[in-house]
């Protein structure tokens, strides 16, 4: 993935987003405010911040969750606003609180994902499989969802964002009640998913997993990009966290 | 008492802490408004027991009225209190969250219960001590009757609510054990309900024909009888209400008090051994769900959404009940109104007015079963993100939802149809156009429903994903599909003499397909847009 990075800087961009601005309905100030980023085919890209300061916001547009008053984004060059669906097709996504259609059992909500991304029967059947078996929770896949423990359920979340190999591949701080082989198992697979030329974005508190991760880096504060970090620049993955820390805490005190 | 004292007023800040709007004008506005309507209903309740009270007397029934009106109160409060007790103290959502902390359970039933005992003390002083007042003072009790008032009035708040307590934790294994049968308590739901409905209104239409063939009203000699000797068999209200008026008093008096004592002994008890296990096994049981072993298959994104809402209300006992049961139980219910109707019609106006009276009873029905429209998306939940990234315009999830209640609606009107011809209570061409206009008035009421809650959704939601508050959109619904169902009845029965049959329904069709595409595009345009600025934190 870094190598391929590295031999062709000029990929195509999976997403860009262009000076978005977003207010919430009764709020005083933009919660993103004039974000601008692009995110090339083929890297992982973390996305730090302070709790509140416009993370889980920005994903929730880039997703569509949420509308957004000013700017534009791009999935795949298909436009948010104007081409949702066809943008849309291109992204899988897993939410900060795993939330699922519980009274369906595991098998039935990914099959229910999968038929609303078109994938056909050999590829979804595929899929689950390795999935399932990556993150062991075969046992449980004909069980009802609301059975299935915190783990359990951002699995299944993951399998069913993945369940149409997406090209922008969405995750609001992944890592959370995963136990360890879990989140191992997912960081391979967000390795195997770029290095097959898709993008990985994912926000995270956790400064050392992004720093030994991804590729590159942005950090938000208040609702502005604060910097963009190429990691692999010299000396940018060891001087993350003191980056993150002046960043932040000097907006703090400020 | 410090932990009890603490946990009550957590208790009372989670069920009545700050809701305003945020402007100070709209929160008195709408409290005002709320307490015009209130009062409102309040004086016609207190108008028509004062008269009801006056014609009971004037007749020699007195007596009887007190005791009725006794048992209907202890029946109401305990029917309530039994599902009050399973919510809010076994099922309560912060059970497991107050586990944790160093409270005694103890200390976390009499917070909890406190609660419900005061909606019980409101309950009474506002709908019971009006009644007892009225009756004291239009039959003219003595100084007695008002000493022991408060006693009676604390009696029927505790008896209630230790029945209420004894048969809490059976009820709720039962319900526990038939959790997972989805067909079966769907089944077993449509029985009851179709069940008790023909039952009750059969009892209705005996009394109705007993009157018509005796040629008496109510207050015959005859009816008379027979209450005043089932008013004597009514145990407990019949000794409460001996007590209030001294028959018998001292020996009453101490039935009573005997009664009430071992109920609530009964309750204590119980709840003492049992309150905190219970509290346990239902957190534990919580997670039981079941198995379903399907293979992978591929379907449609329309038809797998379809799928997907049909399992998201079949397996749910709460929305398959309050939709799917009622949809299936419609027939039986209309066919009961139907028979009562036909026969009160023919009594007063004639045999003529039947079918516009089945076409009226079909669509109050109808509101019921569509009403259900009215949570479409705020059924979502937390779940409602998934209808914002998926692949599918928000357009064609909205009219896959608007499928799924049609084709219930649709089949249930159908089958109504069919057994109001069967019955012979209504000719085929009535019977199905009936079933034609009450189609088209389900799509009005399904768009209406569907807009309504496209424009302002709430996603209260509980533990178990489900809506934890009445829907505001859902009364709004049946409020104007039973104004739709009244304003067609009457004008049905109205046209009949002065156009025909044939003619009104005719008029009735075309004013259905209007209200139809009027209110289907008030859905449709700019939903895209409105369905957009949904947006949850």
Known sequence: MNEEIEKNPERENLLVIHHLKKKYLNANRYSINDLTLELKAGEIFGFLGQNGA?????????????????????????????????????????????????????????????????????????????????????????????????????????????????????????????DPQSMFDIIDEMKAHTAAGNTVFFSSHNIDLVSKLCDRVAIIHDGELKRLIDLHEEGARESLEQVFRSLTMAENKA | MKEFLTLFRLEMKSRFGARGTGKPFLTVLKVLVALVLVGLVYAAYIFGIKQLVSMFYLYGMGNEFLILFIALSLLILTLFGISSVIKNLFRSGDNELLMRFPVSPQAVFASKISVFILYQIIFTLFIELPVFIIFGMTTGQGWTYYALLPVVLIFCIVLPLSVANLLAIPVMQIGARAKNMFTLSLLISVILVAAGFYIYMNIIQSVVNYMKEEAMGFFSKETMGIVSEAAKYIYPANWFAYM????????????????????????????????????????????????????????????????REFLEIFRSSNYSFQYLCMAVAAPVMVYSCNKLAATMGENTIGAVIVPALALMVMLIFCAIILSFAASSVSREGDNFYLTKIVPLSYRTQVLIKIALYMTVSTVSILATALVMYLSH???????????????????????????????????????????????????????????????????????????GLTKTFLILAGVSLLLAVAAVLWLMIGLDKRYDRISPR
């Open chain 2, 244 to 307: 209030l008026i001294g028959e018998w008093r001292i020996g009453t008096s101490f039935l009573s008090l005997l009664v009430v004592a071992i109920f609530a002994a009964g309750a204590f008890f119980l709840n003492k051994r049992c309150y905190l296990p219970t509290i346990l096994r239902d957190i534990e049981g919580n997670g039981a769900t079941f198995t379903f072993v399907t293979k992978n298959k591929r379907r449609s994104p329309a038809w797998t959404t379809f799928c």
């Open chain 1, 54 to 178: 416009g993370k889980s916001t920005t994903i929730k547009c880039i997703t569509g969750i949420h509308p957004y008053d000013e700017g534009e984004i791009k999935i795949c060059g298909h436009d948010m606003k104007t081409d949702s669906i066809a943008a849309k097709m291109n992204i899988g996504y897993v939410p900060d609180n795993h939330s699922v259609y519980e009274k369906l059992t595991g098998r039935e909500y990914v099959n229910y994902i999968a038929d609303l991304y078109g994938v056909p029967l050999e590829e979804r059947a595929e899929r689950m499989d390795r999935y399932l078996k990556m993150f062991k929770i075969s046992f449980a896949v004909d069980r009802q969802i609301k059975g299935y423990s915190h783990g359990m359920k951002q699995k299944i979340c993951i399998i069913a964002a993945l369940i149409h190999n997406p090209r922008l591949w969405v995750l609001d701080e992944p890592m959370v009640g995963l």
């Open chain 2, 425 to 499: 209570q209504v000719s085929a061409a009535y019977s199905f156009s009936a079933a034609g206009i009450a189609f088209l008035v389900s799509i009005a009421v399904t768009a209406f429903a569907v807009r309504l809650d496209t424009t302002r959704p709430q996603f209260a939601v509980g533990g178990d994903g489900e809506l934890s508050v009445g829907n505001v959109s859902t009364f709004v619904v049946l409020f104007v599909g039973f104004a739709i169902s009244v304003v067609y009845g009457l004008f049905g029965m109205v046209g009949i003499f002065l156009w």
